[in-house]
T-cell receptor
């Protein structure tokens, strides 16, 4: 069946550091891929998505590219801010499958 | 404003009592979902519904029940059969179909004493 694997957290970075959060998936066909973000005590919000191979989703300085050959959808940001501290979830298809989440803490 | 609401934000119940969590959306979405979130476990799907009067079990449906009598509403009942009900519960809705994202409510934190 479908599944998503995310890198374990927590990830701690200094402000302005480069961020990568790895996400790989197992699925048949060409599923849509999503990144969601959850701030403390809140629900999830869509951060970005990609619906076909080689698509790049981007939003608020975050990017992720749909790599069919490596079944990956890694999240990246060139310069993180304290306000990016949150939990990030990778999701597959119509989001019936979520990764376990990666907690990010950005320190000043 | 369109959105998805959950109430209450915090809920306390005694062990052995059933409790119903509310979820309402005015986004005209066909699909609605319930997830449970525990520390270190990510999101686990409890039930989902793709159309009114129809719903399917997710990965952890035991001890829970739902109804979908109206498009806008998808209440979740946590029954006394649920062994460990204390958790953060998230409701979501979406248009369904390929590439469609979900919209999440703010969540309800249930504590069973």
């Amino acid at each position: 069946g479908d599944s998503v694997t995310q890198m374990e957290g927590p990830v701690t970075l200094s402000e302005e550091a480069f961020l990568t959060i790895n996400c790989t998936y197992t699925a048949t066909g060409y599923p849509s891929l999503f990144w969601y973000v959850q701030y403390p005590g809140e629900g999830l919000q869509l951060l970005l998505k990609a619906t076909k191979a080689d698509d790049k989703g981007s939003n608020k300085g975050f990017e992720a590219t749909y790599r069919k050959e490596t079944t990956s959808f890694h999240l990246e940001k060139g310069s993180v801010q304290v306000s990016d501290s949150a939990v990030y979830f990778c999701a597959l298809r119509d989001a019936l499958n979520f990764g376990k989440g990666t907690s990010l803490l950005v320190t000043p | 404003d369109g959105g998805i609401t959950q109430s209450p934000k915090y809920l306390f119940r005694k062990e052995g009592q059933n409790v119903t969590l509310s979820c309402e959306q005015n986004l005209n979405h066909d699909a609605m979902y319930w997830y449970r979130q525990d520390p270190g476990q990510g999101l686990r799907l409890i039930y989902y519904s793709q159309i009114v009067n129809d719903f399917q079990k997710g990965d952890i449906a035991e001890g829970y029940s739902v109804s979908r009598e109206k498009k806008e509403s998808f209440p979740l009942t946590v029954t006394s059969a649920q062994k460990n009900p204390t958790a953060f519960y998230l409701c979501a809705s979406g248009k369904g179909g390929r590439g469609m994202e979900q919209f999440f409510g703010p969540g309800t934190r249930l504590t069973v004493l």
